[in-house]
């Protein structure tokens, strides 16, 4: 069964940093396209980054240059550095990869993790 577990998310100040971190596990066989969206109170759940298998990256336009997506292919694994957070990108952010196990490829989602940006 495959999976996709989130960390990292938690409360900052802003200005400040957090990373986040995406580890994909189960019967893989191969990742494709890696994403990070987010859902924020009120709102629909909007991409904030994505990248492709080899190192496409496109941003939504209120990240870029403060949000850096990369991926680590051998650990199954997809980051999103977040630097000069704002108070408006509190929200829950999940991860989702297309990728193929036993059968697919499907989109898989992560469980979502809090990012909260307060003083």
């Known amino acids: 069964q495959v999976q996709l577990v989130e960390s990292g998310g938690g409360l900052v100040q802003p200005g400040g940093s957090l990373r986040l971190s995406c580890a994909a596990s189960?019967?893989?066989?191969?990742?494709?396209?890696m994403a990070w969206y987010r859902h924020a109170p009120g709102k629909q759940r909007d991409l904030v980054a994505s990248?492709?298998?080899?190192?496409?990256?496109n941003y939504a336009d209120s990240v870029k240059g403060r949000f850096t997506i990369s991926r680590d292919n051998a650990k199954k694994t997809v980051y999103l550095q977040m630097n000069s957070l704002k108070p408006e990108d509190t929200a829950i952010y999940y991860c989702?990869?297309?990728?193929?196990?036993?059968?697919?490829?499907?989109?898989?989602w992560g469980q979502g993790t809090q990012v909260t940006v307060s003083s």
């Open positions: 989702n990869a297309n990728l193929a196990g036993l059968v697919g490829p499907y989109d898989y």
């Open positions: 189960g019967s893989i066989f191969s990742i494709y396209h």
């Open positions: 990248i492709t298998t080899v190192g496409i990256t």
